[in-house]
Protein backbone atom coordinates (compact mmCIF):
# COMPACT_ATOMS: atom_id res chain seq x y z
CA UNK A 1 0.00 0.00 0.00
CA UNK A 2 1.70 2.94 -1.19
CA UNK A 3 1.48 6.85 0.25
CA UNK A 4 0.05 9.41 -1.71
CA UNK A 5 2.29 13.15 -2.98
CA UNK A 6 1.26 15.88 -1.48
CA UNK A 7 0.21 19.65 -2.77
CA UNK A 8 -0.86 22.15 -0.78
CA UNK A 9 -1.31 24.83 -4.05
CA UNK A 10 -3.39 24.45 -6.79
CA UNK A 11 -0.09 25.52 -8.83
CA UNK A 12 1.23 22.09 -7.98
CA UNK A 13 -2.08 20.21 -9.06
CA UNK A 14 -1.95 21.66 -12.10
CA UNK A 15 1.81 20.89 -12.72
CA UNK A 16 0.75 16.80 -11.58
CA UNK A 17 -1.74 17.13 -14.21
CA UNK A 18 0.47 18.54 -16.69
CA UNK A 19 2.93 15.32 -15.88
CA UNK A 20 0.21 12.81 -16.22
CA UNK A 21 -0.45 14.15 -19.71
CA UNK A 22 2.95 14.00 -20.90
CA UNK A 23 3.65 10.77 -19.35
CA UNK A 24 0.64 9.41 -20.51
CA UNK A 25 0.87 11.14 -24.25
CA UNK A 26 -2.28 12.64 -24.32
CA UNK A 27 -2.77 15.69 -26.64
CA UNK A 28 -4.27 19.17 -25.77
CA UNK A 29 -7.25 17.93 -27.28
CA UNK A 30 -7.92 14.44 -25.24
CA UNK A 31 -10.15 14.92 -22.28
CA UNK A 32 -8.38 13.49 -18.68
CA UNK A 33 -11.17 12.73 -16.26
CA UNK A 34 -10.29 12.74 -12.60
CA UNK A 35 -12.39 11.88 -9.79
CA UNK A 36 -12.16 14.28 -6.30
CA UNK A 37 -12.99 13.10 -3.26
CA UNK A 38 -12.13 13.91 0.67
CA UNK A 39 -8.90 12.73 1.98
CA UNK A 40 -10.34 10.63 5.30
CA UNK A 41 -8.03 11.43 8.68
CA UNK A 42 -8.23 7.74 9.42
CA UNK A 43 -6.30 4.57 9.38
CA UNK A 44 -6.11 3.10 6.01
CA UNK A 45 -6.78 -0.70 5.70
CA UNK A 46 -7.06 -3.56 3.06
CA UNK A 47 -9.90 -6.39 2.93
CA UNK A 48 -9.67 -9.28 1.13
CA UNK A 49 -13.05 -11.02 0.39
CA UNK A 50 -13.40 -14.06 -1.19
CA UNK A 51 -16.90 -16.06 -2.78
CA UNK A 52 -17.90 -12.82 -1.13
CA UNK A 53 -16.43 -13.38 2.77
CA UNK A 54 -14.24 -10.91 4.17
CA UNK A 55 -10.98 -13.31 4.55
CA UNK A 56 -8.68 -11.06 5.83
CA UNK A 57 -8.07 -7.54 6.82
CA UNK A 58 -4.91 -5.53 7.08
CA UNK A 59 -3.00 -2.18 8.32
CA UNK A 60 -1.22 -0.98 6.01
CA UNK A 61 2.14 -0.91 8.31
CA UNK A 62 5.28 0.21 6.29
CA UNK A 63 3.35 -0.33 2.87
CA UNK A 64 4.56 -3.93 2.66
CA UNK A 65 3.72 -5.37 6.12
CA UNK A 66 1.17 -4.57 7.90
CA UNK A 67 -0.57 -6.19 10.81
CA UNK A 68 -3.95 -8.40 10.40
CA UNK A 69 -6.76 -6.99 12.27
CA UNK A 70 -9.63 -9.58 10.50
CA UNK A 71 -11.88 -9.98 13.71
CA UNK A 72 -11.31 -6.27 14.63
CA UNK A 73 -13.01 -5.20 10.86
CA UNK A 74 -15.42 -7.63 11.34
CA UNK A 75 -17.11 -5.40 14.57
CA UNK A 76 -17.64 -2.62 11.95
CA UNK A 77 -21.18 -2.18 10.95
CA UNK A 78 -20.47 -0.24 7.65
CA UNK A 79 -18.00 -2.88 6.47
CA UNK A 80 -20.10 -6.19 4.58
CA UNK A 81 -18.41 -9.40 6.38
CA UNK A 82 -20.90 -11.18 4.05
CA UNK A 83 -21.97 -9.86 0.51
CA UNK A 84 -25.43 -11.24 -0.80
CA UNK A 85 -25.07 -10.53 -4.53
CA UNK A 86 -23.02 -13.23 -5.07
CA UNK A 87 -23.56 -13.57 -9.17
CA UNK A 88 -21.82 -10.42 -9.82
CA UNK A 89 -18.99 -10.73 -7.44
CA UNK A 90 -16.06 -11.89 -7.97
CA UNK A 91 -14.34 -14.71 -6.96
CA UNK A 92 -11.53 -13.00 -5.01
CA UNK A 93 -11.05 -9.14 -4.62
CA UNK A 94 -9.73 -6.44 -2.39
CA UNK A 95 -11.27 -3.11 -0.58
CA UNK A 96 -9.07 -0.58 0.60
CA UNK A 97 -10.76 2.36 2.49
CA UNK A 98 -10.05 4.16 5.56
CA UNK A 99 -11.29 2.96 9.33
CA UNK A 100 -12.28 6.15 10.70
CA UNK A 101 -14.11 7.31 14.24
CA UNK A 102 -16.89 10.46 13.87
CA UNK A 103 -16.59 12.86 15.95
CA UNK A 104 -19.90 12.37 18.07
CA UNK A 105 -18.27 8.76 19.09
CA UNK A 106 -14.59 10.57 19.44
CA UNK A 107 -16.23 12.83 22.24
CA UNK A 108 -18.40 10.42 24.08
CA UNK A 109 -15.78 7.74 24.16
CA UNK A 110 -13.26 10.65 25.16
CA UNK A 111 -16.04 11.33 27.98
CA UNK A 112 -16.03 7.85 29.48
CA UNK A 113 -12.77 7.58 29.29
CA UNK A 114 -12.49 10.41 31.52
CA UNK A 115 -14.74 9.13 34.06
CA UNK A 116 -12.85 5.92 34.19
CA UNK A 117 -9.49 8.29 34.67
CA UNK A 118 -8.12 6.65 31.58
CA UNK A 119 -5.70 8.72 29.39
CA UNK A 120 -7.81 10.18 26.72
CA UNK A 121 -7.24 10.06 22.90
CA UNK A 122 -6.00 13.67 21.04
CA UNK A 123 -7.64 12.73 18.10
CA UNK A 124 -10.62 11.00 16.17
CA UNK A 125 -7.91 9.73 14.16
CA UNK A 126 -5.81 8.71 17.56
CA UNK A 127 -8.99 7.19 18.66
CA UNK A 128 -9.63 5.01 15.66
CA UNK A 129 -5.98 3.51 15.55
CA UNK A 130 -5.63 2.50 18.74
CA UNK A 131 -9.50 1.24 18.99
CA UNK A 132 -8.66 -0.51 15.94
CA UNK A 133 -5.41 -2.77 17.19
CA UNK A 134 -7.32 -3.84 20.36
CA UNK A 135 -6.72 -7.36 21.58
CA UNK A 136 -10.09 -7.91 22.29
CA UNK A 137 -12.77 -7.79 19.05
CA UNK A 138 -15.39 -6.40 22.04
CA UNK A 139 -13.57 -3.46 22.40
CA UNK A 140 -13.33 -2.62 18.70
CA UNK A 141 -17.34 -3.28 18.61
CA UNK A 142 -18.05 -0.65 21.41
CA UNK A 143 -15.83 2.37 19.85
CA UNK A 144 -18.29 2.35 16.98
CA UNK A 145 -16.03 2.88 13.92
CA UNK A 146 -16.59 3.01 10.42
CA UNK A 147 -15.50 2.15 7.15
CA UNK A 148 -15.13 4.26 4.05
CA UNK A 149 -13.47 2.42 0.88
CA UNK A 150 -12.05 4.58 -1.50
CA UNK A 151 -10.97 1.85 -4.22
CA UNK A 152 -11.66 -2.20 -4.93
CA UNK A 153 -8.62 -3.51 -7.32
CA UNK A 154 -11.41 -6.54 -8.80
CA UNK A 155 -8.77 -9.01 -9.83
CA UNK A 156 -10.89 -11.85 -11.23
CA UNK A 157 -14.00 -9.05 -13.06
CA UNK A 158 -13.77 -8.80 -16.46
CA UNK A 159 -11.87 -5.57 -17.26
CA UNK A 160 -14.83 -4.49 -19.76
CA UNK A 161 -17.49 -4.22 -16.74
CA UNK A 162 -15.28 -1.84 -14.92
CA UNK A 163 -12.82 0.78 -16.95
CA UNK A 164 -12.74 3.77 -14.64
CA UNK A 165 -12.56 4.40 -10.72
CA UNK A 166 -15.91 5.83 -10.47
CA UNK A 167 -17.41 2.74 -11.43
CA UNK A 168 -15.71 0.68 -9.11
CA UNK A 169 -17.22 3.17 -5.97
CA UNK A 170 -20.24 2.87 -7.66
CA UNK A 171 -19.94 -1.14 -7.38
CA UNK A 172 -18.55 -0.78 -4.05
CA UNK A 173 -21.87 0.85 -3.04
CA UNK A 174 -24.38 -1.44 -4.82
CA UNK A 175 -22.45 -4.42 -2.82
CA UNK A 176 -23.36 -2.48 0.48
CA UNK A 177 -20.19 -0.55 1.59
CA UNK A 178 -20.00 3.04 2.32
CA UNK A 179 -17.53 4.61 -0.44
CA UNK A 180 -16.28 7.92 -0.21
CA UNK A 181 -18.76 11.00 -0.68
CA UNK A 182 -19.58 13.75 -2.29
CA UNK A 183 -17.24 13.16 -4.75
CA UNK A 184 -16.94 14.52 -8.43
CA UNK A 185 -15.67 13.78 -11.79
CA UNK A 186 -13.46 16.75 -13.22
CA UNK A 187 -12.48 17.44 -16.86
CA UNK A 188 -10.55 20.47 -16.01
CA UNK A 189 -8.50 22.39 -13.35
CA UNK A 190 -11.81 24.91 -12.49
CA UNK A 191 -13.98 21.89 -11.98
CA UNK A 192 -10.90 20.33 -9.51
CA UNK A 193 -10.59 24.02 -7.61
CA UNK A 194 -13.96 24.48 -7.23
CA UNK A 195 -14.59 21.45 -5.29
CA UNK A 196 -11.37 21.92 -2.89
CA UNK A 197 -12.86 25.91 -2.03
CA UNK A 198 -16.61 24.00 -0.88
CA UNK A 199 -14.86 21.02 0.50
CA UNK A 200 -12.54 23.35 2.13
CA UNK A 201 -15.50 25.12 4.66
CA UNK A 202 -18.04 22.06 4.08
CA UNK A 203 -15.90 19.71 5.83
CA UNK A 204 -15.84 21.93 9.40
CA UNK A 205 -19.26 20.63 9.96
CA UNK A 206 -18.94 17.15 8.22
CA UNK A 207 -19.76 14.12 11.03
CA UNK A 208 -15.86 12.73 9.82
CA UNK A 209 -12.66 14.55 9.80
CA UNK A 210 -10.55 14.54 6.78
CA UNK A 211 -7.46 16.99 6.35
CA UNK A 212 -7.70 17.37 2.17
CA UNK A 213 -8.72 15.90 -1.06
CA UNK A 214 -7.63 13.55 -3.10
CA UNK A 215 -7.43 13.50 -7.02
CA UNK A 216 -7.57 10.51 -8.71
CA UNK A 217 -6.99 9.76 -12.37
CA UNK A 218 -10.36 7.95 -13.09
CA UNK A 219 -9.38 5.83 -15.95
CA UNK A 220 -8.06 2.03 -14.96
CA UNK A 221 -5.83 1.74 -18.10
CA UNK A 222 -4.48 5.53 -17.47
CA UNK A 223 -3.57 4.60 -14.02
CA UNK A 224 -1.89 1.42 -15.10
CA UNK A 225 0.31 3.28 -18.03
CA UNK A 226 1.15 5.60 -15.20
CA UNK A 227 2.08 3.23 -12.67
CA UNK A 228 3.74 4.44 -9.89
CA UNK A 229 7.43 5.60 -7.91
CA UNK A 230 9.20 3.45 -5.26
CA UNK A 231 6.43 5.49 -2.72
CA UNK A 232 3.58 7.11 -4.44
CA UNK A 233 1.50 6.27 -7.91
CA UNK A 234 1.39 8.82 -10.53
CA UNK A 235 -2.12 8.21 -11.20
CA UNK A 236 -3.29 10.20 -7.33
CA UNK A 237 -2.59 13.56 -5.44
CA UNK A 238 -3.76 14.66 -2.20
CA UNK A 239 -4.13 18.65 -2.06
CA UNK A 240 -3.98 19.14 1.90
CA UNK A 241 -5.36 22.06 3.38
CA UNK A 242 -3.19 24.99 4.85
CA UNK A 243 -3.52 24.46 8.54
CA UNK A 244 -5.63 26.46 11.37
CA UNK A 245 -3.34 28.90 12.66
CA UNK A 246 -4.24 30.55 16.53
CA UNK A 247 -2.29 32.77 19.09
CA UNK A 248 -1.58 31.81 22.71
CA UNK A 249 0.53 32.53 25.20
CA UNK A 250 3.55 30.27 26.83
CA UNK A 251 2.68 29.65 30.56
CA UNK A 252 5.95 27.54 31.12
CA UNK A 253 8.01 24.80 29.96
CA UNK A 254 8.26 22.00 31.03
CA UNK A 255 10.63 18.93 30.86
CA UNK A 256 10.18 14.99 30.09
CA UNK A 257 13.14 12.78 30.27
CA UNK A 258 14.31 9.53 28.60
CA UNK A 259 16.35 6.92 30.44
CA UNK A 260 19.34 8.04 28.18
CA UNK A 261 19.03 11.66 30.14
CA UNK A 262 17.79 13.40 26.88
CA UNK A 263 15.40 16.23 27.91
CA UNK A 264 12.30 17.18 25.10
CA UNK A 265 11.04 20.68 26.58
CA UNK A 266 7.02 20.88 26.08
CA UNK A 267 5.63 24.11 26.35
CA UNK A 268 2.24 24.44 28.47
CA UNK A 269 0.13 26.98 27.03
CA UNK A 270 -2.89 28.68 27.58
CA UNK A 271 -5.77 26.29 26.15
CA UNK A 272 -6.38 27.49 22.66
CA UNK A 273 -9.23 25.70 19.98
CA UNK A 274 -7.94 24.81 16.63
CA UNK A 275 -9.91 22.04 14.23
CA UNK A 276 -11.95 21.37 17.33
CA UNK A 277 -9.68 20.03 19.87
CA UNK A 278 -8.56 22.22 22.88
CA UNK A 279 -4.42 22.59 22.84
CA UNK A 280 -3.03 22.66 26.15
CA UNK A 281 0.84 21.23 25.50
CA UNK A 282 2.91 21.35 23.04
CA UNK A 283 6.36 19.48 21.84
CA UNK A 284 9.55 21.30 21.36
CA UNK A 285 10.99 17.96 20.31
CA UNK A 286 14.52 19.47 21.53
CA UNK A 287 16.47 22.04 23.13
CA UNK A 288 18.05 22.77 19.55
CA UNK A 289 14.94 23.45 18.17
CA UNK A 290 13.54 25.61 21.60
CA UNK A 291 16.51 27.91 20.17
CA UNK A 292 15.68 28.29 17.10
CA UNK A 293 12.53 29.41 18.16
CA UNK A 294 14.04 31.08 20.84
CA UNK A 295 10.34 30.01 22.87
CA UNK A 296 10.59 31.85 26.44
CA UNK A 297 7.68 31.93 29.09
CA UNK A 298 5.28 35.23 28.63
CA UNK A 299 5.80 34.55 25.08
CA UNK A 300 3.35 35.04 22.12
CA UNK A 301 2.86 31.98 19.63
CA UNK A 302 1.02 31.31 16.63
CA UNK A 303 0.63 27.24 16.99
CA UNK A 304 -1.01 25.04 14.25
CA UNK A 305 -1.35 21.57 13.86
CA UNK A 306 1.20 19.87 11.60
CA UNK A 307 -0.68 17.47 9.46
CA UNK A 308 -3.70 18.92 11.45
CA UNK A 309 -3.32 16.37 13.90
CA UNK A 310 0.15 17.21 16.02
CA UNK A 311 0.06 21.01 17.70
CA UNK A 312 3.15 22.76 16.41
CA UNK A 313 4.91 26.28 17.41
CA UNK A 314 5.51 28.09 14.09
CA UNK A 315 6.42 31.01 15.26
CA UNK A 316 7.53 33.79 18.12
CA UNK A 317 5.62 36.68 17.99
CA UNK A 318 8.86 38.97 19.35
CA UNK A 319 6.69 42.38 19.05
CA UNK A 320 4.80 41.43 22.28
CA UNK A 321 7.62 40.12 24.74
CA UNK A 322 8.36 42.14 27.50
CA UNK A 323 11.83 43.58 27.01
CA UNK A 324 13.25 42.18 29.67
CA UNK A 325 12.84 38.57 29.31
CA UNK A 326 15.62 36.14 29.21
CA UNK A 327 15.76 32.90 27.62
CA UNK A 328 14.72 29.95 29.71
CA UNK A 329 17.83 28.40 31.35
CA UNK A 330 18.06 24.95 30.48
CA UNK A 331 17.88 22.79 33.41
CA UNK A 332 21.41 21.28 35.10
CA UNK A 333 20.07 18.48 37.02
Partial sequence: MLSLQKAYQISEIEAWIQSVRELGKLSASTPLVLVVEPKWDGLAVACHYRHGHLVAGAIRGDGQQGQLVTANLGTIQSLPVELTKQNSIPQLFEVRGEVVMSRAQFDALNETLEKQHKPLFSTPRNAATGSLRQKNPQVTADRKLDFIAYSGLLSEAPR???????????????????????????????????????????????????????????????????????????????????????????????????????????????????????????????????????????????????????PQIVDVVKTKRHPRKRPEPIPKQ
Fill in 160 to 310: EDFSSHWQILEQLAQWGFQVSAPRVRCENIDCVKAFIDKWSSERKTFPIETDGVVIKVDSLALQHQLGATAKTPRWAIAYKYTPQQAETVVETIDYSRSSSGRLTPIAVVSPVMINGTTIRRVNLHSLEEMARLDVRVGDTVVIHKAGEII
